[in-house]
């Protein structure tokens, strides 16, 4: 039975009980009921029953998030994760977008899940950042004007440096004790190399070959997201053919790690495809995850910081990843880890949302900036390349110096015994 199929009994689930209003973003936001997981769902309803996606209907599906914090709040089992991810390839289908809409979408999804597309943009946007103009742009305006959705790509980018190339095959040190496949992703392989390279590393050092393939592309993530359900069963199946002679595929990014959870469901009504995906989905691991399965060989060496840890939505909603990040980083001597106040309140990330949902994104940036400042922490730890650029913009839009990295960094750098600075003198 296709989603589509299944969408009434979904919806049946719902008693309306209200517990996920304060878990959701835009509901704590706006107090609007129609911006809520029970309004979206009275929503989809009504289109059920035959009302047309209409332009204010579409708008109050747009603006939701996809956190899925609703997901984990719910005690009736709401399934709103495949409700909105449905609803959002019907309105895809069905709805006709206005023509700046449309660009500024075709733009987004050209561009960000296409490694080489992203590598020549690479070169521009370094010396861009690096003659000054970035400041001068966003001090004009001149962007927010032609679009806010543009503002925001510039925005966001993070400083970029080289790029450190991966080798397809990277050994075990010491006695192996696994062989892995891992997964380098589009953003964070392009404007994040560093974390890919210490992945690598810690996986290493902890006794596992690590398989890089170079052929490897995107694993479809944001179309999944976005409603666009064949371009994600394209990226699905390459993924899948790439990775499935592995015995594990370890992934870094919060949002790719659940979307290729979900190919299970996403290929389940492709015959050809369904056992593969099926396969491929159950040998699939966030590196937390992983690393604690594995358990520690490498000596951790002290890291005298104090970091804030951010639970990515994609991580900790969709693949209820919490506990094992905070018991790698715990294990780390001398190493302090504080919690953020509204942990399971969105960033404003969410894929492509900050993009295409710029103001509601930049207001949630700067609510999850306020609590990470409070926590007096030097550097902030995120699983997932858009959270760490979303809260870093909005860190220094409130002038806050707090450095951010990914968990791999944090213990690459213990493994290493490279000591504080490498980490804290970090601003992306």
């Not at 004009?140 to 080798?167: D, F, T």
């Amino acid at each position: 039975m296709s989603a589509q199929d299944d969408l009434p009994k979904l919806l049946g689930d719902c008693v309306h009980c209200g517990f996920c209003l304060p878990t959701c973003p835009t509901y704590v936001l706006w107090g609007e009921e129609m911006d809520s997981p029970r309004g979206r769902i009275h929503l989809m309803q009504q289109h059920v029953e035959g009302a047309p996606l209409n332009a204010p209907m579409v708008q109050h599906f747009d603006q939701c998030l996809g956190c899925m914090a609703c997901v984990t709040a719910c005690p009736s089992g709401v399934q709103y994760d495949r409700l909105i991810e449905t609803t959002r390839a019907e309105v895809e289908r069905e709805h006709p977008r206005s023509l700046k809409e449309r660009a500024i979408r075709e733009a987004i999804f050209r561009l960000f899940p296409y490694r080489r597309r992203l590598r020549a943009l690479r070169g521009p946007l370094r010396a861009y950042q690096k003659s000054g103009l970035d400041r001068l742009v966003r001090r004009s305006g001149v962007l927010e004007r032609i679009s806010p959705s543009v503002a925001a790509m510039e925005r966001l980018a993070p400083p970029l440096g080289k790029a450190p190339r991966l080798p397809e095959f990277v050994a075990a040190r010491g006695k192996r004790r696994a062989t892995v496949g891992m997964l380098t992703g589009c953003v964070q392989g392009e404007f994040f190399p560093g974390v890919n390279a210490a992945t690598a590393r810690v996986l290493a050092l902890e006794g596992c070959d690590v398989v890089i393939p170079r052929d490897q592309g995107c694993c479809g993530a944001l179309s999944l997201h976005s409603g666009r359900e064949d371009e994600a069963r394209a990226f699905a199946r390459r993924t899948v053919e790439t990775f499935e002679s592995a015995d594990v595929i370890v992934v870094n990014s919060a949002g790719c790690g659940s979307a290729m959870k979900e190919y299970r469901a996403l290929l389940a009504d492709d015959p050809a495809w369904a056992a593969r995906a099926e396969a491929l989905s159950a040998k699939t691991r966030d590196l937390a995850e992983f690393l604690v399965e594995l358990g520690p060989r490498a000596e951790r060496r002290p890291l005298p910081v104090t970091l804030a840890y951010h639970d990515a939505c994609h991580l900790s909603h969709a693949q209820g990843v919490r506990a094992q990040p905070r018991a790698l980083l715990g294990g780390i001597p001398e190493l302090t880890v504080v919690e953020i106040a509204e942990p399971d309140l969105c960033c404003g990330s969410a894929g492509t949302y900050n993009l295409l949902q710029p103001e509601a994104a930049s207001a949630l940036g700067d609510r999850k900036a306020v609590n990470v400042d409070a926590t007096g922490a030097e550097l902030l730890v995120a699983a997932n390349p858009g959270c760490s650029m979303q809260i870093a913009t909005a860190l220094q839009r409130r002038g806050a110096h707090i450095a951010v990295a990914h968990t791999a960094q944090v213990l690459d750098a213990s493994l290493r015994g490279l000591g504080r600075d490498a980490l804290v003198g970090r601003t992306s």
